[in-house]
């Protein structure tokens, strides 16, 4: 025959409250996402009530026009972009170099302005 200790007796209550805490934390990780979503967020009990809060801003929905107006300017800018428009081209100017004989003139000027640092 088995022995029955006051160990096995308490194990009922010991499941029945590890459950009860596992399912207030699935509530509050079920909380917290939905206020990081911006989402309604039932209040404690809002299961049997069916009361709700709402929370964050509600999200701006745009007509099938202008979704395809968007859409259809990125493609022209995407078109523009690997076709080397115009506009791509006046951002890309050509990179300006000093000629030699200026490049000597400001070395010379900067060489007068260090010897006359060392001499004072």
Do not use: F
């Amino acid at each position: 025959m088995a022995t029955h200790s006051k160990d096995d007796d308490l194990l009922p209550y010991a499941l029945a409250g590890l459950v009860q805490r596992r399912d207030e934390i699935i509530a509050k990780i079920a909380e917290i996402r939905a206020q990081l979503a911006g989402e309604v967020i039932a209040a404690p009990g809002a299961a049997k009530t069916g009361a709700t809060k709402k929370r964050g801003r509600r999200k701006r929905v745009l007509s099938a026009e202008a979704r395809e107006k968007i859409a259809a300017a990125q493609r022209a800018r995407w078109a523009a972009t690997r076709k080397g428009a115009p506009a791509a081209k006046k951002a890309a100017k050509k990179k300006r170099t000093l000629s030699p004989e200026a490049r000597a003139r400001i070395a010379e000027a900067q060489r007068k302005r260090w010897a006359a640092a060392r001499k004072s």
